[in-house]
């Protein structure tokens, strides 16, 4: 009111470029140098709140994106802050852990129930936690968990989240890990041409690769495949060499 001013908007175009129209009555002299100071601090109020907006904008965008590619996904997905304790969780894990087949739980509770597997899941989480920034040096870890159905175990592998981006777009908390879950029982086959004309693997090693990642051990699939253990070792090291993976996890 004490500016005389009748109203005014304030618009923003493509390039964040702000711009401040107002209406003053009529018969009113310019702006005094402490009013327009008034305004131009109103200009920078502005600003920032556009600009702040924009900011969410573009990550609710990114977070949407995640999601839809991470529900996608044929692996379950779960990232933990606590011991049991999930913040996300894509489709397909949810999928595993409502067949309850030594797994289980909810969108805020995860159930374990193999002791030896818990208990190297909570210690994993435990020293993520109360490691310093650069000082946790175990950043992986792999184990099975049985399944009740007496069915081939899941694979489970767990990786400790950077600490950059512990509070990432997905987590309602802290994030201290993801863990992948593969479920012998959805493996797809691998694509045969895709492994050659993209790693360059021979008809054997595509074969092996295939067998092992259908969850064969070595010895299974040497036995599977009918060559010599010596054989699979061979061509497991050329897998490697190419593919540049350094473990059969």
Excluded: W
């Excluded at 009918?226 to 996890?249: D, E, P, Y």
């Amino acid at each position: 009111p004490s500016m005389h001013l009748l109203g005014g908007v304030v618009s923003v175009d493509e390039y964040s470029r702000c711009c401040m129209a107002l209406r003053r009555e009529a018969g009113h002299p310019p702006f005094s140098e402490p009013e327009g100071e008034t305004l131009r601090t109103l200009m920078s109020y502005f600003r920032r709140a556009i600009a702040v907006n924009t900011r969410f904008i573009n990550i609710s965008a990114e977070h949407q994106n995640a999601v839809a590619v991470l529900d996608q996904a044929p692996r379950a997905v779960i990232i933990l802050r606590q011991p049991g304790q999930p913040t996300y969780q894509n489709l397909e894990a949810t999928r595993v852990l409502n067949k309850r087949d030594g797994l289980a739980g909810s969108e805020s509770e995860i159930i374990i129930d193999d002791d030896d597997a818990r208990a190297k899941i909570y210690a994993f989480l435990e020293q993520i936690r109360t490691s310093e920034p650069g000082q946790f040096s175990a950043h992986r870890l792999t184990t099975v968990i049985p399944r009740k159905s007496g069915g081939a175990p899941y694979k489970l592998i767990m990786y400790a989240l950077p600490l950059q981006y512990s509070q990432g777009m997905l987590n309602s908390g802290q994030g201290l890990a993801v863990l992948l879950i593969y479920d012998p029982e959805t493996l797809i086959n691998l694509n045969a041409g895709l492994l050659h004309n993209f790693y360059n693997l021979t008809r054997a090693e595509t074969a092996l690769a295939q067998s092992m990642f259908m969850g064969n051990s070595l010895p299974e699939a040497s036995n599977q495949l009918g060559v010599s253990i010596n054989t699979t070792r061979t061509q497991l090291r050329s897998i490697f060499k190419k593919v540049g993976v350094h473990s059969q996890a």
